[in-house]
């Protein structure tokens, strides 16, 4: 069965970096567009970044542009995220998710066009 495993999150102080990485299985890791998504307490999720299925083009919400940078390594079977200037308000559960392309033009930065998607990890961001 398909699996997305997402890692990295923990504790950083404001202006630090983290490094969220997003594993996958069960699928042609290829033929997928992955996507970052993040949901902090009492908000709805809300899109981050997004990365076609042969890495271009990238996505980005406007809040992060800028400071993280979303890639993706086929070979590996993983997408990442790489997270700079963190601010508190970047604080959240971080999910990937998995979006398999057909061939027509689809917007990443909805949630509801992904099938699959990882738990979670967590992302505290400290003053």
């Known amino acids: 069965q398909v699996q997305l495993v997402e890692s990295g999150g923990g504790l950083v102080q404001a202006g630090g970096s983290l490094r969220l990485s997003c594993a996958a299985s069960?699928?042609?890791?290829?033929?997928?567009?992955m996507g970052w998504f993040r949901q902090a307490p009492g908000k709805e999720r809300e899109f981050v970044a997004a990365?076609?299925?042969?890495?271009?083009?990238?996505y980005y919400e406007d809040s992060v542009k800028g400071r993280f940078t979303i890639s993706k390594d086929n070979a590996k079977k993983s997408v990442f995220l790489q997270m700079n200037s963190l601010k508190f308000e970047d604080t959240a559960v971080y999910y990937c998710?998995?979006?398999?392309?057909?061939?027509?033009?689809?917007?990443?930065?909805?949630?509801?066009?992904?099938?699959?998607w990882g738990q979670g990890t967590q992302v505290t961001v400290s003053s």
């Open positions: 998710a998995a979006d398999l392309e057909m061939g027509r033009l689809t917007s990443l930065t909805l949630a509801r066009t992904y099938k699959y």
């Open positions: 069960g699928l042609t890791f290829s033929m997928y567009n």
């Open positions: 990365i076609r299925r042969n890495g271009e083009p990238t």
